[in-house]
């Protein structure tokens, strides 16, 4: 069964950075689609960033654009986040996702995803 657990989240001033980690188990990583999506309360899940299999491609929302960076250890099975430059609004329970596939797409929808951690609060103060 495939678990994925993140961590790093926290209370942060504005400008602030933080890393966010999802540890994956269960399955083999290297094979897998890895992605970000977050949920602020009274609103939809949102796409952040997404990785391929081996890392050589990424995307991201507009709104994070050069302010946060997704990267991956397949050798950790792990999947990083590293936000910067943080503001008010991405406040939100962020949350990895994984779907099996070697392939270099940009999978930005939440419905393209098969496997879900719990989540991690991020709070950004201004």
């Known amino acids: 069964q495939v678990q994925l657990i993140e961590s790093g989240g926290g209370l942060v001033q ?65 999947v990083y986040l590293q936000m910067n430059s943080l503001k008010p609004e991405d406040t939100a329970v962020y949350y990895c996702a994984a779907r099996w596939d070697y392939g270099s797409s940009c999978y930005s929808h939440p419905n393209e995803y098969n496997y879900w951690g719990q989540g991690t609060q991020v709070t950004v103060s201004s």
């Open 14 to 78: 504005a400008g602030g950075s933080l890393r966010l980690s999802c540890a994956a188990s269960g399955r083999t990583f290297y094979g897998s689609i890895m992605g970000w999506f977050r949920q602020a309360p009274g609103k939809e899940r949102e796409f952040v960033a997404a990785i391929n299999w081996n890392g050589g491609n990424s995307c991201y929302a507009d709104s994070v654009k050069g302010r946060f960076t997704i990267s991956r250890d397949n050798a950790k099975n792990t």
